[in-house]
């Protein structure tokens, strides 16, 4: 059976193929792309049981055989540090569930060209009530010289200067989308196999959208010209056939996902009690950026584009517009500093 016969290009034969359109490439970024798909697998499986914890044991409690259930966003944590230390391409990871970066000592991985960053399971307070969920990751080329261990320095690089992000999202299905400058692609698991395989080539966010996605809950606490906005898409924007549905799941994941595929805009603000707004700059806002900005997206602070940021800290936060290009420039209208909106 040749290629042109088969239905299925598996992640890895994808990324392989990919590598080889660049002489110079070594093929360790695919090699990663694997691991995290690896460990994103076996997170899969934890997450797939969550609605059985009434028969397996709590997760965070012990259950009936006295063992301890590890909670799912643990479990995720300590899958993709314990699968990306065992992989000879990465020198070390950074984590939101962990205060400092995590650099390997072995020797392997003194040679490694890349470290990851990674949020395990975002989105985690959805398992509850079976919402989808899911784990995005960012991949940098190291700054520190090779030979050694990594360094903080690694980490705190501006999501311009990215080779890859992406995010698993444990949904209806389970799908890795990820995206190098070149281009965004989506997998979606087919579990007979048990691998990812392409199903969603060249991914392009529409230019336009029709959905804005916030949570608006919080609007006793935004400034007015996000008011204003905000009445933009309920009532004002009928230039654009009729005002534009509010969809908010309050899990990152599963909001860019759409936002994506079906264009729209997300927006997680800076607000009263929140001045930096939530989500965070290096396990959240980056990766989304970067992947929004390769399939033809925008992503912004209000004020500055988030690739742009040199992060001061490793969990630093930040406000971000992100999705469609006509819907987050038109937001840029109300919301950029200086704007007078009536
Ligand atoms: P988490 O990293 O603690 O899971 O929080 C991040 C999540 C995002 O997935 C989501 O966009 C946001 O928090 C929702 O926050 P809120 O409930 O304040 O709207
Ligand atoms: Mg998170």
């Given at each position: 059976m040749d290629n042109a016969q088969r239905k299925l290009i598996t992640l890895d034969e994808f990324t392989i193929q990919e590598t080889r359109k660049f002489p110079q490439a070594t093929g360790e970024l695919s090699a990663l792309l694997r691991d995290i798909g690896l460990a994103c697998k076996m997170i899969n499986k934890q997450v797939r049981k969550a609605g059985l914890v009434d028969i397996l044991g709590k997760h965070g409690a012990t259950n009936v055989q006295g063992e301890e259930q590890m909670k799912l966003d643990i479990y995720s944590n300590e899958t993709l540090i314990s699968v990306l230390k065992n992989s000879a391409d990465c020198a070390g990871v950074a984590s939101e569930e962990?205060?400092?970066?995590?650099?390997?000592?072995?020797?392997?991985?003194?040679?490694?060209?890349?470290?990851?960053?990674?949020?395990?399971?975002?989105?985690?307070?959805?398992?509850?009530?079976?919402?989808?969920?899911?784990?995005?990751?960012?991949?940098?080329?190291?700054?520190?010289?090779?030979?050694?261990?990594?360094?903080?320095?690694?980490?705190?690089?501006?999501?311009?200067?990215?080779?890859?992000?992406?995010?698993?999202?444990?949904?209806?299905?389970?799908?890795m989308v990820y995206a190098t400058k070149l281009s965004v692609n989506g997998f979606t698991l087919e579990p007979s196999i048990g691998e990812f395989c392409l199903s969603h080539p060249n991914l392009k966010c529409p230019e336009k959208g029709k959905i804005y996605s916030i949570n608006q809950g919080n609007s006793s606490k935004y400034d007015d010209n996000l008011l204003a906005y905000l009445k933009y898409c309920m009532e004002d924007n009928k230039a654009e056939g009729r005002p534009y549905s509010h969809r908010y799941i309050g899990s990152m994941v599963a909001d860019m996902h759409r936002t994506l595929i079906k264009g729209g805009i997300f927006m997680y603000p800076a607000d009263s009690s929140s001045p930096k707004g939530k989500l965070r700059l290096q396990y959240e806002c980056n990766p989304m950026a970067f992947l929004m900005q390769a399939a033809g997206g925008l992503a912004t602070t209000g004020t500055e584009n988030i690739l742009d940021i040199v992060p001061a800290e490793l969990h630093q936060r930040v406000p971000i517009y992100i999705g469609s290009k006509q819907m987050v420039s038109k937001a840029l209208e109300f919301v950029k500093e200086g704007a007078i909106v009536a």
């Open positions: 962990n205060d400092n970066e995590v650099c390997f000592d072995d020797s392997f991985s003194a040679h490694s060209k890349y470290v990851v960053l990674f949020d395990p399971l975002d989105g985690s307070s959805n398992i509850d009530v079976n919402a989808s969920i899911g784990t995005i990751f960012s991949i940098y080329r190291r700054v520190s010289p090779l030979g050694g261990p990594c360094t903080k320095e690694d980490f705190l690089q501006p999501g311009n200067k990215l080779m890859a992000a992406g995010y698993v999202i444990y949904g209806s299905s389970t799908m």
